[in-house]
């Protein structure tokens, strides 16, 4: 298992940006891939995005364009960048990893006003 710690939620306006980071307890070169997911009141969690320690990267639809998933190695760190913000990205943002360390993170809450 591996501890992941995420960061940089928060309130922000429509139109707004924040950037969330998730930090590993591991190096995340042992990570096969990471991955935000976001979960709303009342609603499933859902994918955001991912990436795999080859650098390969997916979006789920309703966010390609605005947000970027990234990694810096160094600090065993995953950042998800948050452009554009809507009302409809408001949910707790969870990060994942998978392969030969699985864990979640706790959730950090994203709201965003209209």
């Known amino acids: 298992q591996v501890q992941l710690v995420e960061s940089g939620g928060g309130l922000v306006q429509a139109g707004g940006s924040l950037r969330l980071s998730c930090t590993a307890s591991v190096s995340i070169f042992s990570i096969d891939a990471m991955r935000w997911h976001r979960q709303a009141p009342g609603k499933q969690r859902e994918l955001v995005a991912g990436i795999t320690r080859g650098g390969y990267r997916n979006y789920r639809d309703s966010v390609k364009g605005r947000f970027t998933i990234s990694r810096d190695n160094a600090k065993n760190t995953v950042y998800l960048q948050m452009n554009s913000l809507k009302p409809e990205d408001t949910a707790v943002y969870y990060c994942?990893?998978?392969?030969?360390?699985?864990?979640w993170g706790q959730g950090t809450q994203v709201t965003v006003s209209s």
């Open positions: 994942s990893a998978s392969g030969t360390y699985n864990g």
